[in-house]
């Protein structure tokens, strides 16, 4: 086993210690990455505070991996040492069911092993990035492309995919009227990416707070929810609604917004149940769907539409000692608009 120094936290509420985990030895298909920089998710703190279920602890969080191949396993192919890497949400799948077949691993029938919180095929409980180590099967490694920096990668393995996923699923392209709810670390990169996709993109955000970063970002609406007139203003008015909120929200009110034909895709994965009216779905034949992450090549495809266009994340880096500072600073939507752990300060423990 290599032994790796990781940030754990061992209760709900923290706080997160530094401690050893165990990587596997490499398999003929493995990489093993020395990592760099870490994405803070809100889905980390979901996980860790037991909003989905039951957690193991000590759990290390952290499927935002930017960081560089230090060794391959005897088959590898893929990479070579000294390669720039990406690993996100998951790790490994059964490669062989049709959704695996498909590009789509996140859906594998068989279900997909989760970079943290999860039993991989060796019996091992995964751990995730907030660590110095890390390895990963090559199928489940990306490469990130000259022109993004490993700091900047971070956040594209999961805030990234999960929202340039649904944008081409749902058609982001000239024309398309597009809302994004919730302007955090998934909500900005979902803007971005629409813009970048040619599509009209309106933010609806709590307050007007965050308004002029919103336009700077490539909105070309900014409207605060906490406002009703909003609501009046906006009813059947997009065609696409992507909701990266990580609350419950009044999803009837959100689906008023749709126009017809239109869908509010769901990525945020709050604890509570969010309940929908049928009659906000029968009037003007709306549809309410879900997305979860992306595949692996829809990953890598991302990773290129951000390097041709020249789209990184706004980031905020912190220490390994200013996890638990920041994930409050997420809980309070207090975030421009993506922590990312500098790696390095974990080494110097
Ligand atoms: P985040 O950075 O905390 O952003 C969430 C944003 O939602 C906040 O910045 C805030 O935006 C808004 N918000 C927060 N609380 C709210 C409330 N009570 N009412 C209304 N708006 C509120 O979180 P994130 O990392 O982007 O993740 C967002 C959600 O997506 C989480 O639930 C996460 O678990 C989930 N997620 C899902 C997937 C997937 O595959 N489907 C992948 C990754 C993450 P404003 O300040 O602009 O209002
Ligand atoms: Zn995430």
Redesign the pocket.
Known sequence: MIQTNARATFSPQGPFQLTTIERRELQPHDVHIEIKYAG????????ARG??GPVNYPLVPG?EIAGIVIQVGSDVTKFAVGDRVGVG?MVDSCGQCVNCNHGEE?YCLHGMTGTYGAIDKYGHYTQGGYSTHIVVTEAFVVSIPEGIELDAAAPLL??G??TYSPLRRWGAAPGKKIAV?????????AVKLAHAMGAEVT?????L??QED?LRLGADYFYA?NDPVTFQQLAGAFDLILN??????DLNAFLSLLAVDGTLV?????AEPLSVQVFSLIQNRRSFA?????GIRETQEMLDFCAEHRITPEIEIVSANQIDEAWER??A???R??FVIDIRTMEME
């Open positions: 803070i998710c809100h889905s980390d703190i979901h996980t909003d989905w499927h949400c996140q999961c805030a995919i999960t709810i919730g302007l955090g670390g998934l909500g900005h990169m933010v609806l955000s709590q307050s707070k965050k919103g929810t990266t909120v990580s609350a419950e929200i769901n990525v945020g994965a709050p879900g997305s979860m992450i992306g997420v809980l939507s207090d975030v608009y993506r």
